[in-house]
């Protein structure tokens, strides 16, 4: 079956055959030392495993991959198909993997999955750097306006009727639209670029800022048609491309076994019937194997003959769940998904504070050149985004052996982030104490250690219970960031059953609840323990 | 007990300190007195290495502290503020503890005694300074002369070969400074060693067996208190000590 989407890491990598051990990074951390090289073993370990690990995202991933209606932590789509089939005439079962879908090559590298199958289209560049699969897809694009209110036949002519005027297009920001817009008609269109596919539609549908289109992929647009009424397609489908499955470059043997599994599935008919379902096959799908194989060897397989026509009532479509509905069927899956929010956060913070401890008093009590080795490092921890140093962990970090769960990567960086400003906020506590307090712990004996454990820090931890209370709420909302290194938190499954459902709102509500329900017992806490530390001897 | 010998200490261009000497046997009261700016407080905070100093020697109980910096002056100086307590203007009292905890923190985590047996000192020290009821309370609670009398508590409690007391009523309402000073002679009489910095005449001439007299960085004037207050050798302590009466 479909990958389980209440595990917020569903990346089990097999421990490391040759080699591996365990190390303490500082703070506690453990982390996986990973000696072996990935290369070129790719079939050797999904056969080991017993398992094909295939990375998507489920975000937004209709008819790709998302979340059934009727059951909401099965996963279907046509990719969830074509990935079982896959697997299956490979002898192993099928593993999905959740990745944002700009990080899913970045996976790949990392040795967390063993293929990308997430539409994907063949570029020139990809088949350079990837091994890249026959095609299990050829898509086109469609031109989307509003409908009624245009009458045009093309992009060409809505480019003509605007005159100086360019038009506004919007693109799924990275997709095959907005290359071949790049590619095409740079010079003519002001193109906007979306974080989802939906969300295009969407805009245009409302007249979002005047935009004026939506150039999207077709399966998209034939997915969610009946979700917006109001759009209709301008012209006929253009452009041409063929969604692949990616591979490690040097996995050439897996890569190999993929092809002869997908031109199986062609010649048998597999294929056919899972686009189908979807509603997804056309005719530019039978020509494939005349464009991909011009030898012909390939024709007259490719096309089965005789297949009757889809049966219609069995296609799968996507159908807006709205209201107190989708809040009963989802909810509890937003529950879980705070439960990792709430581990994150509850892990991370005190991390966060201990190390802004340490880094506040060597730089204030440690020699020069500790002093400003922290400052440096204080400085460029807040000068550079979270999400960057979340990628850095999570995906560079492997390059030199170092590979960390996704989990305590998610830790890890919070907890480094969060450091710099606690660090901060620790010296000014610690310079809020006065000077006479040192002074007699000095006096009495103590060790500046002794002085700043038994005096200092429990007086400065009193002045930054509210700035620290601040921060620890900031750091609640910030664990969203966490979902770019494939941890499925509260805000990413919002995204993915707001998208696959379209209630934006309800969902909204309940996920803005949960973060509220979250933070307000912290501020609670924090006050009491505020005015407990502030009255009677603790 | 204690022997500055020719301690001299410089700020830029000031010297703050021109060659002081001056000795403090067992039991002995000494007090510091001489114009604002004369160098009492800096040359009371050199003795427990609060201030560092340029030249010269300080010996406590046999204990050599040198000007230069490092290692030896560290293990020195734990050594030295194990023998010397200190009583501070502002008291400086703990005040995320209570006065019970304010007392048994030296004994317990640098002493390293039971926090059994420094409890029953305490309470025995805060008896002593008429605070039994107070062990509880935080200090903030308390007036000024009480906080002061749970300071020299806190001194005590370390069982100090000598207290240092660095201006300790100058901080109190009048009315509040008898409390302090009573517990200070009561100290006095039993035999405590003691370097009193304070502006209080008839303390000095009630309790102290020296008093030195410091201006401008140096020691003016040395004597018993008969003798500096009756007969004033020196033009300094004189017009001092016209200035207080």
Known sequence: MAGDTQHAHPIHRSQPSCGAKWLMVALGISAVLATESFGGQGLDRVRQRGRLIWGADQEGGGPFVYPDAADPTELIGFEVEIAEQLASRLGVAAQFAQGQWDKLPDLLNRGDIDIVLNGYEWTQDRSQRFGCSLPYYIYQLQLLGRRGETSMQGLDELIKLSGNRKP?????????????????????????????????????????????????????????????????????????????????????????????????????????????KYGLWNEVQASRALEMLPNGQFVAATVRSGSTASNSTNVTEYEPVRGWNVVRQRGLLLFQAAGI????????????????????????????????????????????????????IFFLLPEIGLSIHAFWAGVLGLAINYSAYEAEIYRAGIQAVPRGQMEAAKALGMSPVLALRRIILPQATRIVIPPVTNDFIALFKDTAVCSVITVVELSKVYSIHARSTGAIVELGLLTAVLYLAMNYPMSQLASRLEKRMARGPA | MIQLCDVRKRFGEHEILRGVSMSVSKGEVSVLMGPSGGGKSTLLRTINGLETFDSGAILVDSIHLGPEPGAMREQSLRAIRRRVGMVFQQFHLFPHRSVLENIIEGPVYVLGESRQHAIEVANRLLKRVGLSDKAQVRPSTLSGGQQQRVAIARALAMNPEVILFDEPTSALDPEMTAEVTSVMADLATSGQTMIVVTHDMNFAKSVAHQVHVLSEGQIVESGSPQQIFAVPLHETTKRFLSHLA
């Open chain 1, 341 to 392: 929010t709430i581990l994150l956060a509850v892990t991370a913070m005190p991390l966060a504070i201990l190390a802004g401890m340490l880094m506040a008093v060597g730089r204030m009590f440690g020699p020069r050149w500790l002093a400003s080795l922290v400052t440096i490092i204080i400085e460029i921890i807040r000068g550079t985004p979270l999400v960057l140093q979340l990628y850095v």
């Open chain 1, 168 to 276: 506004k297009i919007g693109v799924l920001g990275g997709s095959a639209a907005h290359d071949y817009l790049t590619e095409n008609h740079a010079a003519q269109v002001d193109i906007i670029q979306f974080e989802g596919a939906a969300e295009v539609m969407r805009g245009v549908e409302v007249g979002l800022e005047g935009l004026d289109a939506n150039l999207q992929d077709l399966p998209v647009w034939t997915f969610f048609e009946k979700g917006f009424t109001e759009l209709s397609p301008i012209g006929s489908p253009i452009g041409k491309g063929y969604y692949v499955v990616l591979t490690r470059r040097d996995d050439e043997e897996l890569l190999r076994e993929l092809n002869r599994a997908i031109l199986e599935m062609l010649t048998d008919g597999t294929m056919r019937t899972i686009l189908e």
